[in-house]
């Protein structure tokens, strides 16, 4: 499975943005799926993620209330929706896919990861 995360960009505190997380090579509506982030001289961090079939998600607290995950198994792409973002939500963001289909917070439990886009919000 290889992943290609985009939409990232430089946005002012407040906006909202949608990052895509695109699939090839193999479906990946039976894998969970997660978003990470790392910001400079972070650890890498988790996110939200969600079951294969979109019943369960979940969320770190700092964004929960103001980003969505979501998914279209039909398009292969998974989705984060990022609202009234904040200058400390800037960092590159990495998708992730765990082929147990389960979700998790814990990096270690992903199979694959795409190769990041990055969000910088101003204040």
């Known amino acids: 499975v290889q992943l290609q995360a985009s939409g990232g960009g430089l946005v002012q505190a407040g906006d909202s943005l949608r990052l895509s997380c695109a699939a090839s090579g193999r479906t990946i509506s039976r894998y969970g799926m997660g978003w990470f982030r790392q910001a400079p001289g972070k650890e890498r961090e988790f996110v939200a993620a969600l079951r294969w079939n979109s019943d369960i998600t979940y969320y770190a607290d700092f964004v929960k209330g103001r980003f969505t995950i979501s998914r279209d198994n039909a398009k292969n792409v998974v989705y984060l929706q990022m609202n009234s973002l904040k200058p400390e939500d800037t960092a590159v963001y990495y998708c992730?896919?765990?082929?147990?289909?389960?979700?998790?917070?814990?990096?270690?439990?992903?199979?694959?990861w795409g190769q990041g886009t990055l969000v910088t919000v101003s204040s």
């Open positions: 992730a896919a765990s082929s147990t289909s389960y979700y998790y917070t814990d990096v270690s439990r992903y199979d694959y």
